[in-house]
């Protein structure tokens, strides 16, 4: 990028340089007309392949989106069914509770207090 140099319309085609503000007629020094033709053509080719360009992504981009969102929908059916599942294990587990009375839930409290001490003793001796 050029370095400004206080007259902003000296390096713009069409422009004099040495009245800012006023236009030529004439084409910018060093370029002919048929070269002045081609300039905005190669520009309109270069702005439309970006153009296209762009428009593939967008596309992609939608397709991409599109993909995620039945994903998670099939993921939220998915959890849906598991937590079916662990309520009904649950459910399960309150029902064994009522027949079997309060034994069963006095030997996994106690195995369970008993894995924590040994895994804070074994922890506290590395």
Known sequence: MAAYTGNRHRNLPGLRGDAPGAYSSYPPAGLAG????????????????????????????????????????????????MGNRLGATIKRFHEMWVRQGCGPFFYLTLFAIGVVVFLYLYLKMR
Do not use: A, C, T, Y
């Not at 033709?37 to 397709?63: C, F, W």
């Open 34 to 81: 048929e070269e002045l033709e081609e300039d905005p053509n190669s520009k309109d080719m270069r702005l439309k392949s970006r153009i296209s360009m762009l428009k593939d992504v967008s596309i992609s981009i939608g397709d991409e989106i599109r993909d995620q969102n039945q994903f998670l929908g099939s993921m939220g059916q998915d959890m849906e069914g």
